[in-house]
């Protein structure tokens, strides 16, 4: 008797698991997209629209000469920048990209122009004076 109903139970519960199985299979594993929350989900969307939110592609190469210097984004009105010159330096060179033309490296004559970020367009706010 007692095996009977153990029996039972043990039908019910698998007729319950394979439920649960077969929904699961039908939906599959959820995408990046799907399971991100919070300011991962906000990273992903923006990335998805070509933005890149937090500055974490690697940035675009630019010659550094007059006609194609490079563009470093900046806040404020002035930024320190560091330039390697050649490939295997092991020492930087610093120098401060100051508002307005472009500016050469003191060591080895590469062009760098300081520029503002790109705003945000949903804001309210205006940056304009």
Same mark, same amino acid.
């Given at each position: 008797?007692?095996?009977?109903?153990?029996l039972r139970t043990?039908?019910?519960?698998?007729?319950?698991?394979?439920?649960?199985?077969?929904?699961?299979?039908?939906?599959?594993?959820?995408?990046?997209?799907?399971?991100?929350?919070?300011?991962?989900?906000?990273?992903?969307?923006?990335?998805?629209?070509?933005?890149?939110?937090?500055?974490?592609l690697k940035p675009?190469?630019?010659?550094?000469?007059?006609?194609?210097?490079?563009?470093?984004?900046?806040?404020?009105?002035?930024?320190?920048?560091?330039?390697?010159c050649e490939e295997?330096?092991?020492? /930087?060179?610093?120098?401060? $990209?100051?508002?307005? =033309?472009?500016?050469?490296?003191? %060591?080895?004559? !590469? /062009?760098?122009?300081?520029? $503002?970020?790109?705003? =945000?367009?949903?804001?309210?706010? %205006?940056?304009? !004076?």
């Amino acid at each position: 008797m007692a095996f009977r109903v153990l029996l039972r139970t043990c039908r019910g519960l698998q007729a319950f698991m394979k439920a649960i199985f077969l929904n699961a299979a039908f939906s599959g594993i959820p995408t990046d997209e799907e399971q991100a929350a919070g300011l991962e989900r906000r990273i992903l969307q923006e990335l998805k629209k070509g933005k890149d939110p937090y500055s974490i592609l690697k940035p675009k190469e630019y010659a550094g000469t007059k006609a194609d210097p490079h563009v470093v984004p900046c806040i404020g009105n002035k930024r320190l920048v560091g330039c390697l010159c050649e490939e295997d330096n092991t020492a /930087i060179v610093w120098f401060w $990209l100051h508002e307005g =033309n472009a500016q050469r490296c003191p %060591s080895c004559g !590469s /062009i760098g122009m300081r520029s $503002l970020p790109v705003r =945000n367009t949903e804001s309210t706010q %205006s940056y304009e !004076s």
